[in-house]
C-alpha cells in the first residue's frame, strides 16, 4: 500500500518545526515556539478560495440533506479541506420523543471511534517509558491467564481473545449490574472463555483487546482510565464537552444526544456500557475537530509516534485497507491513503476520516443506526473523487505553523 506521501510530509514537518525553532531561539525580539507545538500544515492551493470553499460546503450540504430525506440520517456533520471547517450541520432531533433538536454542540457516544482516543493514551505512556508495545499483557496484569499476547497485538486487532460483549453476556450473573473493566478481567481470569486462534495469526476485530488496553492505561499510569483521559488528552486540547461514560452526564436530556434503533425506539445504556476503551466515549463533532487538529500537532506525541500508528501492521483481510492502531488505514481511488474509523453501538453511528494529504477530514455522529452511514461512500467519492488512471496527484507543500 502506498503510503509515502504521508510519511514524507511528515518529515517535511519536522524539518520546518526544526527550523523555526533555531530561527526563534537566534532572535530575542521573535517569540520562541516550543517544538511540540509545531503543526504540520498544508498549503491551500490559490485556486483553494473562499468562494471555492464556500461552493464546496454547499455541495456538502446538499448530499447530507438528501441524505437525511432520503435515507433518514439524523446526526451531525462537520466536513474540513486544508484545515479549514468549510460545512457543519445537524439533522434531525437528540430524542425523538421529546423533538429535542439536534445541534453540532449536542454530545453523543463515539462507538468504536473511541479507540483511536485509547490508542493515543497507550502512545504516551510509552513515550514516557512506562510501557512497551512489546510488553506481555502479564507485566501489567499478572494473573492475566492466556499467554503470549503483547500490547500491539491488542493495538492491531491480532490477539485472537473471545469478544467480551459475547462471552459477558453468558458469564455475567445480573445485567442490571453495571459491567467493569475489572469485572471482565476477572471473568476472564475464572472462566477462561476460549480463545478465537492464536496470538499474531491473523488480523480478528475485538473490542476485548482495547478494554484490556484501558486496563493496561491504568496500571502503567497510576490513574483510573477515566482520569487520565480528561487530564492528559481532553482538557489540554479544551475538548470539554468530551468525557468518558457516565450515568449523570449521559442523563443530560436535550445536551447528550439518546442513541435509537429501528423505529426511533430509544435505545438506553446497559451493564456493557460502563466497560471502556473500545467505546465509551461521549463528543461532540466541534470537539472531533480539535482532536483532528491535535493530531497535526505533536501536544500529544512525537510526530514518528503517530507514523507509527497510521502505518499498516501485518496482513489484511482486505487489499485496499489495512490498520493501525485505532485507525483503519485505506487507499481511496483518488490515490490518497486516509485514516479512519467507524462505530456502532446501542442506537449509535459513527464515522472519522482524515486525509493528511490536503488535511481535510469528514466526522459524522448519529444517534439512529438505521444503515443511513452505509451511504458515507457518495460523501467520500465526493470529497475525493477518482483521478484518470495517467493523472499526477499534486505535491502539496508542508511547513509549520
Not at 490498520?323 to 488505514?329: K, N, Q, S
Request: net charge neutral; with cysteine.
Amino acid at each position: 500500500m502506498a503510503f509515502s506521501n504521508f510519511q514524507s510530509l511528515l518529515i517535511r514537518g519536522a524539518a520546518a518545526c526544526a527550523l523555526i525553532l533555531s530561527f526563534s531561539a537566534c532572535s530575542q525580539s521573535e517569540e520562541l515556539i516550543v517544538e511540540e507545538d509545531c503543526e504540520l500544515h498544508v498549503e491551500a492551493p490559490e485556486t483553494f478560495t473562499p468562494t471555492v470553499a464556500t461552493k464546496l460546503g454547499k455541495q456538502v450540504d446538499s448530499l447530507f440533506t438528501q441524505l437525511h430525506k432520503r435515507r433518514g440520517f439524523n446526526g451531525t456533520v462537520l466536513v474540513t479541506k486544508y484545515d479549514q471547517i468549510i460545512y457543519r450541520g445537524a439533522f434531525g432531533y437528540a430524542d425523538f420523543k421529546t423533538k429535542d433538536t439536534l445541534s453540532t454542540q449536542t454530545v453523543f457516544q463515539l462507538a468504536s471511534v473511541s479507540k483511536q482516543f485509547t490508542a493515543v493514551a497507550v502512545m504516551m505512556l510509552k513515550e514516557q517509558g512506562k510501557l512497551n508495545y512489546e510488553d506481555s499483557l502479564q507485566v501489567y496484569i499478572p494473573d492475566f491467564p492466556y499467554k503470549g499476547i503483547t500490547i500491539k497485538q491488542l493495538l492491531t486487532h491480532r490477539s485472537g481473545l473471545p469478544n467480551y460483549t459475547y462471552f459477558s453476556d453468558e458469564l455475567w450473573p445480573d445485567r442490571k449490574v453495571d459491567l467493569s473493566n475489572d469485572d471482565v478481567l476477572s471473568m476472564m481470569a475464572v472462566h477462561k472463555p476460549n480463545i478465537y486462534y492464536q496470538p499474531d495469526r491473523t488480523f480478528s476485530y475485538s473490542n476485548t483487546g482495547y478494554a484490556l488496553l484501558a486496563s493496561v492505561v491504568e496500571k502503567a499510569s497510576g490513574q483510573p482510565f477515566a482520569e487520565f483521559m480528561h487530564e492528559h488528552i481532553f482538557e489540554p486540547l479544551k475538548m470539554n464537552s468530551t468525557y468518558t461514560f457516565n450515568h449523570e452526564l449521559v442523563a443530560q436530556t436535550g445536551k447528550v444526544a439518546s442513541g435509537h434503533i429501528g423505529g426511533r425506539r430509544k435505545r438506553l445504556p446497559d451493564y456493557q456500557d460502563t466497560v471502556l476503551g473500545d467505546k465509551g466515549m461521549y463528543s461532540t463533532v466541534e470537539d472531533l475537530y480539535k482532536w483532528d487538529q491535535a493530531l497535526y500537532t505533536q501536544k500529544l506525541v512525537r510526530r514518528e509516534t503517530l507514523e507509527e500508528a497510521f502505518s499498516p501492521t501485518g496482513k489484511f483481510n482486505r487489499k485496499d485497507e489495512s490498520y493501525g492502531y485505532g485507525w483503519r488505514i485505506k487507499q481511496l481511488e483518488s490515490g490518497d491513503t486516509v485514516v479512519y474509523h467507524g462505530g456502532l453501538w446501542h442506537g449509535f453511528n459513527t464515522y472519522f476520516l482524515r486525509n493528511p494529504n490536503d488535511h481535510s477530514s469528514i466526522i459524522v455522529l448519529s444517534n439512529l443506526t438505521n444503515g443511513s452511514l452505509n451511504y458515507m461512500k457518495d460523501v467520500r467519492n465526493f470529497m475525493y473523487p477518482a483521478r484518470p488512471k495517467n493523472a499526477q496527484r499534486p505535491v502539496q507543500v508542508a511547513s509549520a505553523r
